[in-house]
């Protein structure tokens, strides 16, 4: 099921993490439901690593802090790569 949610979490993670939560897989990862509400709002790809690498690899060592590391990349990368996107189209007005 891991490998499953990794893949569906790369393209919808906010929609990966609703299932995550309707299944009963963030309960064992998470002892609240703070962490993961937090997590669908603001860091949604490391929320979904946090989740996978807690139930299928054993918690966050080795290969679990990895998949966590790649999760804040990611989220990083998408933020990043917006923001730079959006000053290339902008168009100068000349006087």
Excluded: K
Aim: charged share 10%.
């Amino acid at each position: 099921m891991g490998c499953c949610l990794g893949i569906l979490a790369l393209v919808f993670p906010r929609a990966t993490l609703a299932i995550m939560w309707l299944v009963g897989y963030t309960s064992t990862a998470f002892e609240t439901f703070l962490w993961p509400l937090l997590g669908f709002i603001f860091l949604p790809y490391t929320t979904c690593a946090y989740a996978i690498a807690m139930n299928e690899l054993g918690g966050t060592q080795g290969l679990g802090l990895v998949l966590v590391v790649f999760g804040v990349l990611l989220y990083l990368g998408t933020h990043g790569g917006s923001a730079r996107s959006g000053g290339r189209y902008r168009r100068r007005v000349v006087d």
